[in-house]
């Protein structure tokens, strides 16, 4: 128990050691005391103006006022106020002359992608090409095509739950035993027809599948196939299926039907977003042509 | 292993062993619709398992008389053996959770495999299984000698050893099969957790009765840090832990606080689980190595005191800063931020004590890479927590939270400070243990220190990128005010970050298995007669000279 | 002064049960200022008198979340930023967890936040990104969990957690408790007599559908999403503050 001197730094030690481990009594260095009292000092200011002690049932509000919340609604008033500029012109202004408007496609472009990245790349696709169950929204019109249906299938989605909600249903011929078998089979190889070769079906084949489809599926797909917009019954002539096109699946499609349902993005994305994504789908869509 | 334990020592380390495998039916008969009975079959497995190990040695020679002069070392060689296989499993999971996130294939689609469930297997495995035993082995290595008093209890220290592995075993093989509470660092189910109280309350018994019994009428500021790291992690773990089992049948429970309260209670554990266990436990352990290792006396016990204190106040209040921004009031993350940032201070005074230790050392640390793995690791240990007082700033984390920068500074911290300290001091302790001249390689330490080194500054850069990067892309607006990115253009970004993670982390996880050779290697050597005044042992000495009992 | 405390402390660490008395006391400071008051202080979780309770069927699901680990990849927080704002939806109130044992915010966002994932995907969707992310979303890194859609859910001890729930503070009456099998069997199969008394007990807003598409057939991957696609809509509270984007 001896106060030596270390030859290396000058100090005296303690006094003591433990298992040959010596210490040293050097001060406490004049900076650790500077930035105690540095980092003290900023402390106190900082709960002086700010939210910081409970008491009880409250708490120190601070001289400042501050609030987390108000602050993120204010700043998104704010942010919303300052682009009023292109979006009050996004909403006054009819689809046909922003289309026609270089310098506010080129903002429903940027501001579109982003957006849609968000919220529709799931479903859709990150190009909007879709995928099995999800329409490729460059190519697929089951409402229509134009700015104002897509506007509403957006704002009100497709078997969504939305009470405006569009409503559309493919029957589900087979397991509700509306359709032999066999009539599927050849309704089947009709369909597969109307967009190109049938494959290695039989043209008898496709001929009784005519018959089929005029009684059972023309009302809702058309005398030619092409669709009608108001009951959102796809065009079965263009060769894109919405379900992927092999046999199976619109086999699959034939024998239990088929709801597919889009969301409704009322509620969840602002009447600017929504219109911006509009504008979006209408943009892809003519770049796709 | 219990060579030196007493013949009715033996019969009561069966007795135990029985209740172990009792109990372990009574989980398998109660559970068994549930995963639980998995857990229970497992318990029972592992209680029979060390029966055979016992009754094997049953019969070796009792020890002799002087088994108590020398201290007790067979817990901490059966902690750094743990603390190494740990390590190796622990670090394996990591760097092949890293490689999921760059190929997602790479889980075999198996369920087990799953990222949301290996991910709580690399974290408990590395934190509780390979820091845990690294602390309890080396804290009854440093108290025994610090204390110039040898352990009081004979058996204690070896159920602490067994059965705090016991606890990480449930605990990462639950994960796999599905149990868990979800609780970040917390997520062993109740009865692991009730199991741990009893092991750790053991610990703190066993560790106060040996300071109790010391030889040195000051206490060592190693042993302050070990004694804050087992008192306050049994507070934290008590309160987190807090739970109504759906039934004794049933492995789950269900937490008793909810919503906030519960995301303040779980993050004050989860940051002080990070001070107490990731921090103070290993600067008891750098407090103790260091010094010694380095043949010079620790710079000054003045700064000890402040920053010891400073720790154990400030820590506290700073859990909050894990949750700015969110539903948590907004006074509390004032708080947390602001002693977050006090809390700097006593943090690099601890740092600075250690480098400034090395002062007349230094050609040391340049020759001796075990000195330098400790050398270092109190650098990291500097820059962590500047980065954490940092990160905890409200505006910085409003971009750094979420991402990989906070991934990133956890490892800086991880890789740099606990596993470093850890593996420096375990080659220190290596020899010492088991009375060997020296590593079997030094150059293998070497080997190890690059790899370590390289291993932790590419992990940590390719997270540091990767988080800023993420950050800043959920939170660019183009010029038009409207969010440039998507969630998934950011995602797509991080890829080749995540790809150089993963080499990082491989580059130590290969270092890793280096020093588990090497302490093989070590191991199996022939021993050394160790002799002079270099001696170890506690007080009452033995004369000079006499050789170590092999039955110790 | 200093010298009087170093001199006090050269006392101190001389006592090892002092020292141990005063670290406890040392370190309690922070857990209770900061821990405590929330209990106490009003503010902190708002009302929310339309707040309604998970379903046996969600808390099922909320139970698989659990145990897959979601957390580790997905938030269930969104804070009070105007990029999180902007891109996930009103920022989370203390109020929708408040029945959330334990709660789920999360640290760590591999995946986007789930806080308001709620109606935003229709039930086929997420049963098809369970089953392959990938397919749907190619650069994602979520695993696959595909096992879900076949693994029967477990409802023998739902009446059990139902209990254990109310144990801890959550408010589920004795005939929830007693209903509870029922009740995941109804919600999951519109078609059948058990779903009447899901909307009777938890509220006409509760969802009844067949969410895996196998409405005879009551699987985790149900549970799953039932709870998916209640998150964020248990109460209207939050859609009411100022600081939204959508109307
Ligand atoms: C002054 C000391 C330190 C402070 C103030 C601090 C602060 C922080 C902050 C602000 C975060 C980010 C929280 C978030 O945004 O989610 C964090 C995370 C973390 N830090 Fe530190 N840190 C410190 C030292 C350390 C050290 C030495 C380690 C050792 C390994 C460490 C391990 C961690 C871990 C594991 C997390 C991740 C928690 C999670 O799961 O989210 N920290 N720390
Ligand atoms: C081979 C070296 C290692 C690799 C490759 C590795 C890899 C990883 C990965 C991929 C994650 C998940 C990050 C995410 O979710 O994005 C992670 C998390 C974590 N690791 Fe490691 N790790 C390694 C070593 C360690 C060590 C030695 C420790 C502790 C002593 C550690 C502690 C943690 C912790 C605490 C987290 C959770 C972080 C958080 O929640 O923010 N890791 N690690
Ligand atoms: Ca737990
Ligand atoms: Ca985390
Ligand atoms: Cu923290």
Redesign the pocket.
């Known amino acids: 128990m001896q106060i030596e001197r270390d030859p290396v730094s000058g100090y005296l030690t303690t006094g003591h050691e433990w298992n040959g481990i010596k210490e040293l009594n050097t001060p406490v260095p004049r900076i650790v005391w500077f930035f105690i009292a540095v980092t003290h000092i900023w402390a106190l200011g900082y709960w002086l103006l700010m939210p910081a002690f409970p008491l009880g049932s409250t708490y120190t509000k601070g001289l400042l006022n501050a609030d987390d919340r108000a602050a993120v609604t204010e700043s998104v008033r704010q942010a919303q106020a300052a682009r009023s500029g292109w979006t009050d012109e996004l909403m006054s202004k009819s689809y046909a002359e922003i289309q026609r408007d270089q310098a506010l496609m080129a903002e429903v472009r940027r501001s579109g992608r982003a957006l849609f990245g968000d919220n529709c790349v799931a479903c859709h696709g990150e190009n909007g090409q879709g995928a099995p169950g999800f329409p490729d929204l460059r190519r697929s019109s089951l409402w229509g095509a134009t700015p104002e249906v897509i506007a509403e299938t957006i704002r009100v989605g497709i078997n969504s739950g939305h009470k405006d909600s569009r409503v559309s249903q493919m029957p589900a011929f087979g397991r509700d035993q509306m359709l032999q078998g066999s009539q599927i089979q050849e309704v089947l190889a009709y369909v597969l027809s109307l967009s190109g070769p049938a494959g290695p079906r039989p043209a008898e084949m496709v001929e009784a599948g005519k018959a089929v489809f005029a009684a059972n599926c023309a009302s809702c797909h058309g005398d030619d196939a092409k669709g009608k917009l108001d009951v959102g019954a796809p065009n079965l002539t263009t060769g894109y299926w919405r379900t992927g096109g092999s046999g199976a699946s619109l086999h699959g499609v034939l024998w239990d039907g088929l709801r597919g349902q889009m969301p409704s993005w009322e509620g969840r994305l602002s009447p600017v977003d929504r219109k911006i994504l509009t504008l979006y789908v209408v943009d892809l869509r003519e770049r796709h042509q | 292993m219990i060579g030196h334990l007493t013949r009715s020592e033996r019969q009561l380390t069966l007795y135990m062993l029985l209740a172990v495998v009792i109990t372990g039916l009574a989980m398998l008969v109660a559970g068994k619709d549930d995963s639980l009975g998995v857990h229970g079959a497992l318990v029972m497995v592992v209680g029979i398992a060390a029966i055979f190990g016992v009754i094997a040695e049953f019969f070796e020679p009792e020890p002799t008389e002087n088994r108590l002069d020398s201290y007790y070392d067979e817990p901490s060689r059966i902690g750094i053996v743990f603390a190494m296989a740990w390590?190796a499993f622990?670090?394996?999971v990591?760097?092949?959770?890293?490689w999921?996130?760059a190929y997602p294939s790479l889980n075999f689609e198996a369920g087990w495999t799953s990222?949301g469930r290996l991910?709580p297997v690399?974290?408990t495995s590395?934190?509780f299984g390979?820091?845990g035993n690294a602390l309890i082995a080396t804290s009854f290595y440093v108290m025994q000698r610090t204390s110039r008093a040898r352990i009081p209890d004979q058996i204690s220290p070896l159920f602490i050893v067994f059965g705090y592995n016991l606890f990480c075993l449930l605990a990462v093989s639950g994960y796999m099969i599905g149990v868990t509470q979800s609780k970040?660092?917390a997520e062993p189910e109740w009865y692991a957790d009730i199991w741990l109280v009893i092991v750790w309350v053991t610990y703190f018994v066993v560790y106060m009765r040996t300071l109790l019994h010391r030889k040195e009428p000051h206490i060592y500021v190693a042993n302050w840090y070990y004694l804050a790291f087992v008192l306050i992690v049994a507070v934290l773990h008590i309160v987190n832990n807090l739970a109504v089992p759906v039934s004794f049948s049933s492995a789950k429970s269900y937490t008793i606080f909810a919503g906030v309260q519960d995301a303040m209670t779980q993050w004050w554990y989860g940051h002080n689980a990070?001070a107490f266990f990731?921090t103070a436990g290993f600067l008891g352990m750098m407090y103790y190595f260091l010094p010694k290792r380095a043949g010079r006396p620790l710079y000054s016990y003045r700064m000890s005191i402040i920053s010891f204190w400073g720790i154990t106040f400030f820590y506290l209040w700073a859990g909050s800063h894990h949750l700015h921004y969110t539903a948590l009031p907004q006074w509390v993350q004032t708080l947390g931020m602001t002693f977050s940032v006090m809390l700097l201070v006593p943090s690099w005074t601890a740092a600075a004590n250690a480098l400034l230790t090395l002062n007349g050392a230094w050609h040391r640390v340049r020759d001796d890479a075990t000195l330098r793995f400790m050398m270092v690791a109190a650098v990291f240990y500097g820059l962590t927590t500047f980065e954490g007082s940092f990160l905890a700033i409200r505006a910085v984390n409003s971009l750094s939270h979420y991402t990989?920068w906070?991934?990133g500074?956890?490892?800086a911290?991880?890789?740099g400070w606990?596993?470093m300290i850890t593996f420096g001091s375990i080659y220190a302790a290596v020899p010492w243990l088991w009375k060997r001249e020296n590593m079997y390689s030094p150059r293998l330490v070497e080997v190890h220190f690059w790899l370590a080194l390289a291993?932790t500054i590419v992990?940590v850069l390719a997270m540091w990128n990767s988080g800023i990067i993420q950050g800043l892309m959920w939170r660019t607006y183009a010029s038009d005010g409207t969010l440039a990115y998507s969630f998934l253009d950011s995602l797509v970004v991080m890829h080749p970050y995540?790809i150089a993670?993963?080499v990082?982390?491989?580059l130590?996880?290969i270092g890793?298995l280096v020093g588990c050779y090497n302490i093989w290697m070590t191991v199996r050597a022939p021993r050394q007669p160790m002799a002079g005044p270099e001696a170890d042992y506690p007080e009452p000495r033995v004369p000079v000279g006499s050789v170590p009992q092999a039955a110790e | 002064m200093f010298k009087a405390l170093f001199t006090f402390h050269y006392w101190l660490e001389r006592k090892a049960i002092g020292f141990v008395v005063a670290i406890l006391m040392v370190s309690s400071v922070g857990g209770i200022v900061e821990i405590a008051p929330l209990f106490t202080i009003h503010q902190t979780v708002e009302a929310a008198p339309d707040m309604r309770l998970y379903t046996p069927l969600e808390l099922a699901g909320r139970n698989i979340y659990v145990r897959e680990g979601c957390y580790?990849?997905h938030s269930q927080m969104i804070r009070t930023l105007r990029d999180e704002v902007e891109r996930y939806g009103p920022y989370s109130l203390a109020v929708e967890s408040k029945y959330d044992h334990p709660m789920l915010w999360g640290?760590?966002r591999?995946g986007p936040d789930l806080a308001r994932i709620g109606n935003k995907y229709s039930d086929e969707w997420h049963v098809l990104h369970f089953i392959d992310p990938r397919a749907l979303v190619p650069p994602s890194v979520m695993p696959s969990y595909a096992r879900l859609l076949n693994n029967s859910l477990r409802t023998d001890d739902l009446g059990n957690h139902l209990t254990a729930q109310r144990a801890v503070g959550v408010p589920y009456s004795d005939e929830m408790i007693a209903n509870a099998r029922a009740d995941a069997f109804g919600q999951a199969n519109p078609d059948s007599p058990l779903s009447e008394g899901v909307s009777k007990r938890y509220g006409e807003a509760t969802t009844v559908r067949p969410f895996d598409g196998k409405p005879d057939h009551l699987t985790e991957m149900d549970a799953i999403v039932a709870y998916l696609q209640i998150l964020g809509r248990l109460t209207e509270a939050p859609y009411k503050t100022a600081a939204t984007t959508g109307e």
Do not use: M, N, P
């Not at chain 2, 990591?94 to 890293?98: N, P, S, Y």
């Open positions: 390590a622990g670090l394996f990591g760097a092949w959770v890293a999921q996130l990222f991910r690399h974290t590395v934190i390979f820091g970040e660092y990070v990731l990989d906070t991934v500074h956890v490892h911290g991880a890789l606990v596993a291993g992990y995540y993670r993963a990082g982390g491989t130590f996880l890793a | 580790a990849c640290s760590k591999t």
